[in-house]
Structures are given as structure tokens and as C-alpha cells.
């Protein structure tokens, strides 16, 4: 399957259930393995927060993102429609601090994902493939992921009110039975709710247009739009919640009771297990946890060896270190990088020169002793040849880079290198290092 993102702009306004800000959202297409990316563009310098799973700052009746003191309320339905949809990288444009709610439902976004038009990249997706359970349990709320050739999730939520009692669903999400069976189910809550949400500072722009609102004994909207409409949106938000993962699934969930923190929390446990590129073990209840190994060399030693720091220090670990041979380190890629200001602020994208620069500074380590002590030598690069950028590096990112020594003399080496992110070659080149005697 290809990468997908949208053929052209498209705009939708409204006001925000929590917050009552009136808001307008612009959808817009974004380059391959550029994921989604939210844009608050009433601020200044139009800051960027990557929707991922680690940027979620709030639960609080909704799921919100920000770094910093930026925040964008209200994430999910949107995050649900791109998931359904099949979307994997766009830019969300925001000119207020919450998405609109519309009627409470994901068809405000779909409606403009539609009207945008939907369009394959290429480049290949890149699923989190479940092949073993991950399990997370607090209180009366489970959630888990099984193996599964698709995406599918089932549901069961039990309220003490007649109006709602003990509901079950379960579908297979694609394109078809998001748009006819999930997206039109519309978030709700109980009247006695209400008066407590209000004194809280939230649903300030809500109204029975905007949910399903509960009251004693029955339903104060005039129709539901399905029997089983109140499963169906849990459904909905959970698929927007683990959308925050960054990629889409091939597993079975399956939830009981769930909301926004469990489904938060549920899916750093799918993040810990499926993309720290680490052995997981069982864990005590609370999912499956990598194997934390130890670096070969952390960064304090780096430092010790190479004479670049902050903002020029790329490499965070080298994980392992085998002299004059073969070297492995990493570099963990965040929004905050001091390039990303520029480069570029509405799509931020890894320079690629800097990416030539750490792949240098992990391949200079080569040069060095059993310990990773300095042993009077600098390795300064002299030529690059045969570079290929083959992907882009973005936020959110964890870049690894290998490199192999190739040839070598006393003065001088040559070191083939390959920076990947997610198994997936970003780019690769053959440099060369002269090798010069520094004073002790």
C-alpha cells in the first residue's frame, strides 16, 4: 500500500466544544513520511505540533497535543477521519486552540477530506504490524492488541442508564465502514454533567446541536443516529487516540469502558512495545515493556570524544562500538531542534546536511579505543561520496545510523555510512576522514 495525503486545500470553521473558540481549520497536502502536523497559524512564527502520541498534554473530555505553551484542543475526530481515510501525511492548519466540534461527530473532517480529494504517494506505508499481545488495565477499563491481518476494533461500554445499558460493536476499519458507520456517531455526555463541565472551564461552545446530550431517564436530542450510536463514538476516539502513534495498524483492539487517558495511555504501551526497536518483555499487568540495554557509550562520553556540543552535537548514544570496524548510534529528532525554525516551519524537515553530519560524527567514533577513550586522534572529513537521500527525517523521528569502516592507513579512512529511521534508509554515503594527532 502507498502513503497517502490530499490533492488540495480544503476548509472547515466552526466552535470548539471546550473551549467556544470559533476556529477555521485548513487541511493541506504534505510530502511523503512527513506525518501529520498540526499548525497553530494565529501565533507567531506559526508553531508546529506533530501529532504524536508523546505531544498529548491533556485528557480532559478530549485529547489535546502542544509543546510548550502551544496547545491544539480536541484532536481526536479529526485524528479519527485521517485514520479511516487512510491518511498519512497532512498538515492541519489552526487559527485557535481547538479543532471545531461541529455536530460532535468526524464528519466536519471528512467532509473536507473529501471535498480535498484523497491521493497515493510514493513511498510505501509503514504499519505497526502486531505479532504479539499488548495488554494495559487501570481499574475497570482493558484494552488490548492482537495479531490481525487488518485493523479492527471491537467495543463494549456498560452505563448504569437505561438510555445507554451495556452496548457491543465491532468493525473491520476501512474507508467504507468509516465513513457510513463511525463517522456520523457523535460524542455525548449527561446532562448532570453539564453544570460540572461548565464550572471546570470546558464545554463552553455546547449545545444539543453539538451532542448527544443524556438527561435522567432518556435522550434530549430528537434521534439517534444509530441504536448503538454511544459504542460506535467510543470506537471513534480510540481510533483517533492511537492515530497519535504516527502510523497506522494491522492488529485486533479489543476495549472495554475506555476514554481518552486509557486509550492515550494504551497506546504508549503499543509505542514502547512496537517502535523503541527493543525486545519487550511481559509486563505486571500494564502491557508489554522493552528491555532497556545499556549504551555502549552515552553521551558524556561522546562529549569526552568528540569536540562538537549543543547545537552541533548530533549523536545522543552510541550503541555499539566495535573499533576500527563497525559503529551503531542514534539521535532522537525532536520539534525543538533549533533548525526546525527554519527548516521548514510549516513542514519541518531534517536538513540534509545534517544528516550527513551525524552519520559523520557516529563514523569519526570509529577511530577510537576499546573503552570509547580518546586516544589523541580527531578524524576531520575530507570528502563524501556517493550520497543518496532516500527519506525524510522528521520530528518525532529516531534516527539510527550504521557505519563500516572500508579501507585505512595511519593518515587516513574511508567509512561507508546509513542513517535509517523506522528499518527505512534515509540516507546513505562513503566519506572520508583524514586522521590528524591532537595534543593530549
Known sequence: MRQRTIASEASYS?????????TTVTFKPAPPDSGITFVRTDLPDRPVVPALVDNVVDVSRGTTIGIGEVAIHTVEHAMSAFAGMGVDNITVEVDADEIPNGDGSSLPALGALMKAGLVDQDAEKRYITVDHPVYYRKDDVTLSILPSDEFRVTMTISYGHPAIGTQYASFTINEDTFRSELA????????????????????????????VVIGDDRILNDDLRFPDEFVRHKILDLIGDTYLL?????????????????????????????????????????????????????????MKILPHRYPFLLVDRILSFEPMKTVTGMKNVT????????????????????????MAQVS???VFGENGEPNGRLAFLTGIEKAKFRNTVVPGDQMVIKAEMVHYRDSACKVHAVALTDDVVAAEAVMTFALMEIDA
Not at 466552526?14 to 470559533?22: A, I, P
Not at 495511555?265 to 512495545?273: L, P, R, V
Request: hydrophobic letters at 40%.
Open 184 to 211: 456520523p456517531a457523535r460524542t455525548f455526555c449527561f446532562l448532570r454533567e453539564v453544570k460540572m463541565l461548565q464550572e471546570a472551564g470546558l464545554i463552553k461552545g455546547g449545545d444539543l446541536e453539538s451532542a
Open 14 to 22: 466552526g466552535v470548539g466544544l471546550h473551549t467556544g473558540s470559533l
Open 364 to 366: 569519526a567514533m570509529l
Open 246 to 302: 504516527g502510523r497506522p495498524i494491522k492488529g485486533h483492539i479489543i476495549g472495554a469502558k475506555c476514554g481518552h487517558e486509557k486509550n492515550v495511555n494504551f497506546s504508549k504501551q503499543i509505542k514502547k512495545a512496537y517502535l523503541s526497536g527493543q525486545q519487550e518483555r511481559a509486563g505486571d499487568g500494564y502491557g508489554a515493556l522493552p528491555r532497556r540495554q545499556p549504551p555502549a557509550l552515552d553521551v558524556n562520553k561522546i
Open 335 to 358: 520539534v525543538n531542534e533549533p533548525f526546525f525554525q527554519g527548516h521548514w516551519p510549516d513542514v519541518p524537515v531534517m536538513p540534509g546536511v545534517l544528516i550527513i553530519e551525524a
